[in-house]
């Protein structure tokens, strides 16, 4: 990107391109560690189960939002889920994960009780509907991210 | 089967903890309007300081108004150009790293900043080349260096990139 302002033709009116960084680092913290951890070395994808409420949340969290039970049940749950919301965007943005258009869902996976955030891939805006079958895709090279789920493709 | 030392076990299980990253530039864009158009312009086009003058209590402004901050009227087209000497009437040595708000990049560390009384009389704040403190003193006089590369220049007032020691 051009660090310099334009000129607009025909007029004394300058277009100043700035930007800004905002460097942020976090730490995942014990249970989102070990979730990520488990993306990237076994490509599981885990939630914690309250003993309480008998509900698993994906992605793993330490406490239940309702009862406040600790929770130390870790679970697997599937690779495959349904499709409960999306949404598709064409508005490109610096922070997006990939080149528009892109389509972000929220997944229900089987085994779990919570929705799921992520990006559907392979698939027709035009096709999708509330309710599809989706699974989940690797990327090769995992880096202990969430975007270690390439995005949910699909079923059949 | 051998016993597993307690030792070894809990350092076979000792968690990882992933730390998470962020720093993507978030680009935008402003329109700088007609008459800090024009403060731009000149400052590129022509390395001159410009600034416009109030018809009615003829003071200078600058950043260049639309409507006069003292008298509330409007300033019109009358531009004066700035004399680009001047004389340090207070520094502060900056040892702190600053950030640039328009690209988040560093400053370069250590550069004093300092009011300059022009010499029409017009204070204006900027960077001297002096980076030794020694050297400082209120009073020196001071002389305006641009950006040589033409391509790099548009940026309004860091278009000037510090002010240069002169004997006079």
């Given at each position: 990107m051009s660090k310099v302002t334009e000129k607009l033709e025909g007029m004394n009116v300058w277009i100043y391109h700035g930007q800004i960084y905002i460097p942020n680092i976090y730490s995942a913290g014990a249970v989102g560690s070990r979730f990520l951890v488990g993306l990237r070395d076994k490509k599981?994808?885990?939630?914690?189960?309250?003993?309480?409420?008998?509900?698993?949340?994906?992605?793993?969290?330490?406490?239940?939002?309702d009862c406040f039970s600790q929770l130390d049940e870790w679970i697997e749950v599937s690779h495959q889920g349904t499709v409960l919301s999306y949404s598709v965007c064409?508005?490109?943005?610096?922070?997006?994960?990939?080149?528009?258009?892109?389509?972000?869902?929220i997944i229900q996976l089987d085994g779990a009780d919570t929705g799921f955030v992520h990006m559907l891939g392979e698939v027709d805006p035009e096709q999708l509907?509330?309710?599809?079958?989706?699974?989940?895709?690797?990327?090769?090279?995992r880096v202990a991210s969430i975007l270690d789920i390439k995005y949910f493709k699909p079923l059949g | 089967m051998a016993r597993e030392s307690p030792k070894k076990k809990a350092k076979e299980s000792k968690p990882e903890y992933i730390q998470?990253?962020?720093?993507?530039?978030?680009?935008?864009?402003w329109s700088t309007g007609k008459y800090l158009g024009k403060f731009y312009a000149e400052a590129k086009e022509n390395r001159k300081i410009v600034g416009n003058r109030c018809p009615k209590c003829k003071e200078i402004w600058l950043q260049p108004t639309v409507v006069c901050p003292k008298c509330k009227v409007d300033m019109g087209w009358d531009w004066?150009?700035?004399?680009?000497?001047?004389?340090?009437?207070?520094?502060?040595?900056?040892?702190?790293?600053?950030?640039?708000?328009?690209?988040?990049?560093?400053?370069?560390?250590?550069?004093?900043?300092?009011?300059?009384?022009?010499d029409n009389g017009?204070?204006?704040?900027?960077?001297?080349?002096?980076?030794?403190?020694?050297?400082?003193?209120?009073?020196?006089?001071v002389?305006?260096?641009?950006k040589e590369d033409y391509e790099e220049r548009g940026q309004g007032p860091a278009d000037i990139l510090y002010f240069r020691t002169i004997e006079d």
């Open positions: 599981r994808i885990m939630g914690t189960r309250c003993p309480t409420c008998n509900r698993v949340y994906v992605p793993a969290r330490s406490v239940c939002k064409h508005q490109p943005n610096p922070v997006q994960p990939v080149e528009t258009p892109l389509v972000y869902g509907r509330v309710g599809m079958r989706v699974q989940a895709v690797f990327k090769e090279e | 998470v990253a962020f720093n993507t530039p978030r680009p935008y864009n004066v150009q700035l004399p680009q000497t001047g004389t340090v009437t207070q520094y502060t040595y900056l040892v702190y790293p600053l950030w640039d708000p328009h690209y988040g990049e560093k400053w370069a560390n250590p550069y004093p900043s300092a009011m300059i009384l022009l017009f204070y204006y704040r900027a960077f001297l080349e002096e980076t030794d403190k020694d050297k400082l003193r209120v009073g020196m006089r002389q305006a260096v641009w």
